[in-house]
């Protein structure tokens, strides 16, 4: 079993910039596919973006596309999703997810281990 643990962030202005940080513990062996969604209240999970066991391959939702950027550093078991240009419709508590999965996959129940997630509000 995979632990995850979310942090980063926060309440943030229109325009502005946040780091989200998910710190994996437990086994991680390849394939091990680490991605990140978002649960916006009253409305379904949402897929955001993904990324290989390499990070050679990475892939995002059409709404964060040219704005997120994810990346993971394997030496530290480690992801990130760094947030530029925050909406309002970017609010939502943020979760991190794994699987050990081959491919390209955007749904939840294909992965196995979650975090508890981190707040991040965009203020208009």
């Known amino acids: 079993q995979v632990q995850m643990v979310e942090s980063g962030g926060g309440l943030v202005q229109a325009g502005g910039s946040l780091r989200l940080s998910c710190a994996a513990s437990?086994?991680?062996?390849?394939?091990?596919?680490m991605c990140w969604f978002r649960h916006a209240p009253g409305k379904e999970r949402e897929f955001v973006a993904g990324i290989s066991w390499s990070g050679g391959e990475t892939y995002y939702a059409d709404s964060v596309k040219g704005r997120f950027t994810i990346s993971r550093d394997r030496a530290k078991n480690t992801m990130y999703l760094q947030m530029n240009g925050l909406k309002p419709e970017d609010t939502a508590l943020y979760y991190c997810?794994?699987?050990?999965?081959?491919?390209?996959?955007?749904?939840?129940?294909?992965?196995?281990?979650w975090g508890q997630g981190t707040q991040v509000t965009v203020s208009s």
């Open positions: 997810a794994g699987g050990a999965i081959v491919g390209e996959t955007r749904h939840p129940a294909d992965y196995d281990s």
């Open positions: 437990g086994r991680t062996f390849s394939p091990y596919v």
